[in-house]
Nanobody
Framework: QVQLVESGGGSVQAGGSLKLSCKAS????????MGWHRQAPGKERELVSS???????TYADSVKGRFTISQDNARNTLYLQMNDLKTDDTAVYYC???????????????WGQGTQVTVSS
C-alpha cells in the first residue's frame, strides 16, 4: 500500500520560510517523478514543483527562485524548501507521485493527505 505522509506545514509571516517533507512508503520516490501540488481556497489545484528520477526539476512561475524541491533516496523522502513566502502561497500542499506508466501520459495517481501552509501579512 502506497502512503505519502507530509509534514512541515504551519503558519508564518510573509517573507518567512518553511520546509515541507514527504515520507513515502510502499513506493520508491526514485521510480519516476515526484511532485508538490497545492490548492488554495476557491482555486484549482496546481503543480508547484516536480522532480524526475534523473534530477530534472520543474517549478511554477509563481515560485521560481523561492522554492526548491529535492529528494533523499536513502530516506525515501521528498522535500520542498519554501523561502520568501507570500500570502498567495497560502494553500494546502500535497505530496504527489506518478502511478503506473512513467513517461508519456503520466498520471499523478498517488496523493498525500496534505499539509496546510498559511502565510500572513
Amino acid at each position: 500500500q502506497v502512503q505519502l505522509v507530509e509534514s512541515g506545514g504551519g503558519s508564518v509571516q510573509a517573507g518567512g520560510s518553511l520546509k515541507l517533507s514527504c515520507k513515502a512508503s510502499g513506493y520508491s520516490i526514485n521510480y519516476c517523478r515526484m511532485g508538490w501540488h497545492r490548492q488554495a481556497p476557491g482555486k484549482e489545484r496546481e503543480l508547484v514543483s516536480s522532480i524526475r528520477n534523473d534530477g530534472t526539476t520543474t517549478y511554477a512561475d509563481s515560485v521560481k527562485g523561492r522554492f526548491t524541491i529535492s529528494q533523499d533516496n536513502a530516506r525515501n523522502t521528498l522535500y520542498l524548501q519554501m523561502n520568501d513566502l507570500k500570502t498567495d502561497d497560502t494553500a494546502v500542499y500535497y505530496c504527489t507521485a506518478v502511478k503506473g506508466r512513467c513517461g508519456i501520459l503520466e498520471s499523478w495517481g498517488y496523493w498525500g493527505q496534505g499539509t496546510q501552509v498559511t502565510v500572513s501579512s
